[in-house]
């Protein structure tokens, strides 16, 4: 069964502290996506990852940074948590476009809570 | 910037009663169109999608949903609900010349009571 994994299911953080969100996935794709879910706004796109080493900036970039070193591995940082950074974080993937009809269609992983101080 | 509009935050509704659940997007160009949901405790799946075709398409367990262009809509329909159906439904979009930017609405958390 494919899967999506995320490190952690829930962390507690202070204000300030430095935060590392990480996702892997066994499925070879190339494309991976970290989004935040918070109630009434859906899901948000922080930060996405079409091929090792590269990154563009979704929707709401700020306060995060992303690192993909690995194909199947992309981290979400958060360098200075806040406590407005208090969501549900969620990793999915996705095949390229290039690779057919399964592309766009995302495989999520079960999301991690961060609760910041 | 593309966006997405689910009208309706919360429905509550009884076994065997129909659902529809409304989406509208907006966007300038060709679109892909998509219904995830989330059952309480699960992660978020696929639901049914539109790539192009027939506008009219069938999912998973017995969901469909409509595409009107004319009217940017994406509705979602089921025409017997279970309990089962309880969770939380996101329509999403990404235009085809931007496959990677999937922006999904606000969600709608749909209670059905046995």
């Known amino acids: 069964d494919v899967k999506v994994t995320q490190s952690s299911r829930y962390l507690v953080k202070r204000t300030g502290e430095k935060v590392f969100l990480e996702c892997v996935q066994d499925?070879?794709?190339?494309?991976m996506f970290w989004y935040r879910q918070d109630p009434g706004l859906g899901l948000r796109l922080i930060y996405f990852?079409?091929?090792?080493?590269?990154?563009e900036k979704g929707d709401i970039p700020e306060g995060y940074s992303v690192s993909r070193e690995k194909k199947e591995r992309f981290s979400l940082i958060l360098e200075s948590a806040s406590t407005n950074q208090t969501s549900m974080y969620l990793c999915?993937?996705?095949?390229?476009?290039?690779?057919?009809?399964?592309?766009?269609?995302?495989?999520f992983g079960a999301g991690s809570r961060l609760t910041v101080l | 910037a593309q966006s997405v509009s689910q009208h309706n935050h919360h429905v509550i509704l009884s076994e065997a009663a129909s659902l529809e659940l409304g989406c509208n997007y907006s966007?300038?160009?060709?679109?892909?169109l998509f219904w995830y949901v989330q059952y309480p405790g699960q992660h978020l799946q696929l639901l049914l999608k539109?790539?192009?075709?027939?506008?009219l398409v069938k999912g998973i367990k017995g969901f469909e949903a409509e595409f009107i262009k004319s009217k940017f809509s994406f509705n979602l329909r089921k025409p017997s609900v279970q309990w089962s159906d309880t969770a939380e439904y996101f329509c999403a979009v990404n235009g085809k010349a931007a496959v990677n930017k999937l922006t999904f609405g606000g969600g709608t958390r749909v209670l059905v009571k046995p």
């Open positions: 966007y300038g160009g060709t679109v892909n």
């Open positions: 499925m070879d794709h190339e494309n």
């Open positions: 999915a993937s996705s095949l390229s476009g290039i690779r057919g009809s399964g592309a766009n269609v995302l495989t």
């Open positions: 539109y790539f192009s075709g027939d506008p």
């Open positions: 990852s079409y091929d090792v080493k590269m990154k």
